[in-house]
Every structure is written in structure tokens, then in C-alpha cells.
């Protein structure tokens, strides 16, 4: 079975500057996806950035960027500038290739609580 | 806004009422998901629906009877709940089978306090 692990209950990063939130997972999967969600206080979870595992290239979406490592089973989110409004729970979830029946299952980590001081 | 909503925000409700919680998307998707969210725990998937026929039951409790009427809507009815039952539900939704797509998208969640 998968696991998603996040080691960081908690962080906090001065305004402007740079956070890596860590998450690692374990499968035995060679095909699969993984995903960094936001969840604000307001509690809707927002996608940040998705990899495909296929892909050697590291993942961007403006100022957060993955470090996909395959091989260590490692998916770490950098968030670069930070900003106040960045101040959120942020889970890390895995998604194996879908099965038979097409749906798209989710194994979430335990989620790193981020806050950003001004 | 991510294009799913559910109503009620907040619920409380006894151990003995009979309540449901409401989640719609608008996104033209034809998947739809129940997580249970517990403070400390990953998100639980309880249920999911593909084109309104359920796939999964993570062996969820009977007390939670899901109800999928059609690809925009999905319900959980809930009935005679225990106090460890409290978490935020969220719904979700994604495109579904022979899609390209497959990343979901959440509503804000269900507050329960069940007393």
C-alpha cells in the first residue's frame, strides 16, 4: 500500500523569503502522480502543483517549484517570495495510475501547517 | 472558488437526528469523492462516484449513506452518528473515467459537531 509522509507538522518563514516543505512516499508503483494542495483557512484545498512521474523535469507554477527525486521517493514544494497569503496547511497526496473503474484516488499525507510572518 | 460548493458550512446535530450534508459542482465533471478530515489524520476517501455509479466504500460505517442523483450532485446522508463521527467533510470532484485530466477539486468542507 501507499504512503505519503509529511515530517513537518509545523514551519514558519519571514515574509520575502524561501520555505522547502518536505513529503517522501512509498510505492511500489512506477507510474503515478503527486500533488501539492493548499488549504487556506477558509479550508477550500487548492491545487498548487502537480508531477507526473514520468516527467524528469521538475515542476513550476510561478513562485512554487517541486524537487521530484524518484529514485528517494522524495517530492519536496519550495515556495519562493514568500507571502502572507501563502499561510496555509499544505498536504502532499500520491495517485497511482487510475484504476480500472477510471477514478482518480488520492493518499494524502498528514499536511505541514505554513505560516508566513510578516 | 474552486466550482464546488456544499451546504451546510456548519452542522451540529444529536447522536439520534437524521441530517445531510449537500455538495455540488459546476465544473461538468463525472467524478465525485467524500473525504472525512480529522484534525492530525490525512484526508480519509470515503466514497466515490463515477458517472453517478458508486466505485468505492472505503469501509465506511452505515450510519454514512451516500446518494449520487446525478454528475453535479452528491449527498451524505448521515443518521444516528457518534461523537468521534465530528471532522470536516469535503467533497470533490474530477472529470473522471478516459480523462486526461485527473486532478480534483475541493469544496470548503462541512463543519460536523455531532453532540
Known amino acids: 500500500a501507499q504512503t505519503v509522509t509529511q515530517s513537518q507538522p509545523e514551519m514558519s518563514v519571514q515574509e520575502a523569503e524561501t520555505v522547502t516543505l518536505s513529503c517522501t512516499y512509498d510505492?511500489?508503483?512506477?507510474?503515478?502522480?503527486l500533488f501539492w494542495y493548499k488549504q487556506p483557512p477558509s479550508r477550500q484545498m487548492i491545487l498548487v502543483i502537480r508531477?507526473?512521474?514520468?516527467?524528469?523535469q521538475n515542476a513550476t507554477e510561478n513562485r512554487f517549484s517541486v524537487n521530484f527525486q524518484k529514485a528517494a521517493k522524495s517530492f519536496s514544494l519550495k515556495i519562493s517570495d514568500s507571502q502572507l497569503g501563502d499561510t496555509a496547511m499544505y498536504f502532499c497526496?500520491?495517485?497511482?495510475?487510475?484504476?480500472?473503474?477510471?477514478?482518480?484516488?488520492?493518499?494524502f499525507g498528514t499536511g505541514t501547517r505554513l505560516k508566513v510572518l510578516a | 472558488e474552486t466550482g464546488v460548493t456544499q451546504t451546510p458550512r456548519h452542522l451540529v446535530m444529536g447522536m439520534t437526528n437524521k441530517k445531510s450534508l449537500k455538495c455540488e459542482q459546476h465544473?461538468?465533471?463525472?467524478?465525485m469523492y467524500w473525504y472525512k478530515q480529522s484534525a492530525k489524520k490525512p484526508l480519509e476517501l470515503m466514497f466515490v462516484?463515477?458517472?453517478?455509479?458508486?466505485?468505492e466504500n472505503n469501509s465506511v460505517p452505515s450510519r454514512f449513506s451516500p446518494e449520487c442523483p446525478n454528475s453535479s450532485h452528491l449527498f451524505l446522508h448521515l443518521h444516528t452518528l457518534q461523537p468521534e463521527d465530528s471532522a470536516l467533510y469535503l467533497c470533490?470532484?474530477?472529470?473522471?473515467?478516459?480523462?486526461?485530466?485527473?486532478?480534483?477539486?475541493f469544496g470548503p468542507g462541512t463543519r460536523l459537531t455531532v453532540t
Open positions: 470533490a470532484s474530477s472529470q473522471g473515467t478516459g480523462s486526461a485530466s485527473y486532478e480534483q477539486y
Open positions: 510505492t511500489s508503483e512506477n507510474n503515478y502522480y
Open positions: 508531477q507526473e512521474a514520468y516527467k524528469q
Open positions: 497526496a500520491f495517485m497511482k495510475h487510475p484504476t480500472t473503474s477510471g477514478t482518480y484516488k488520492y493518499i
Open positions: 465544473l461538468g465533471h463525472n467524478a
Open positions: 462516484y463515477n458517472f453517478k455509479e458508486q466505485t
